[in-house]
């Protein structure tokens, strides 16, 4: 396969991210995180914060993983 590699990038849930006259839950992600995937190479892939069942099947996809901080990474 090639190409360039696909990097998983966790986001964190905000739970009133606002928008113009629109306040949802959101997935998140500084933007800095998928330029600098991209800048070295990568194709960034946002996770978001899902049913943790799906997540090995969501890993074995990808070919690197970023684990952003955010307010629910818990050290």
Known sequence: MGG?????VSTYL??????????LAAA????AYPRLVQRAGGLACML????PSLAAA???RLDGLVVAGGPDVDP
């Open 4 to 8: 360039r590699p696909l990097i998983g």
């Open 14 to 23: 905000e739970a009133g991210a606002r928008w113009g006259v629109w306040e």
């Open 28 to 31: 998140l992600l500084p933007a």
């Open 48 to 51: 978001p914060p899902d049913d």
């Open 58 to 60: 969501a890993v074995a």
